[in-house]
């Protein structure tokens, strides 16, 4: 079992920035690739970004290449989501995920967090 709580979510304005944490609980972390999913009210889950077991490979969407950036310090057992150029359109549930590979599909991942909230004002 691999227990993960995100943290860092908030509201800010358009144009500002924000960190997500994803903290884990768990013996293997560095073996596990690490995922950030959204989800806003009456949309469907989607892929953020995703990044390999010691952070060589990172996936985006094309919706938020250039603005976000997933790293990880395996050492805390934590991954981030450095969010810049905040627009409305990113505000959402975030939510953090585990899984054996990496993958844009929410299937592919195991182990999920209960989400932070982020809310962009226009």
């Known amino acids: 079992q691999v227990q993960l709580v995100e943290s860092g979510g908030g509201l800010v304005q358009a144009g500002g920035s924000l960190r997500l944490s994803c903290a884990a609980s768990g013996r293997t972390f560095s073996s596990y690739c690490m995922g950030w999913f959204r989800q806003a009210p009456g949309k469907e889950r989607e892929f953020v970004a995703a990044?390999?077991?010691?952070?060589?490979?990172?996936y985006y969407a094309d919706s938020v290449k250039g603005r976000f950036t997933v790293s990880r310090d395996n050492a805390k057992s934590t991954v981030y989501l450095q969010m810049n150029s905040l627009k409305p359109e990113d505000t959402a549930v975030y939510y953090c995920t585990s899984g054996s590979s990496m993958s844009t599909w929410d299937r592919d991942f195991d182990y999920w967090g209960q989400g932070t909230q982020v809310t962009v004002s226009s």
């Open positions: 990044i390999s077991p010691i952070g060589a490979r990172t």
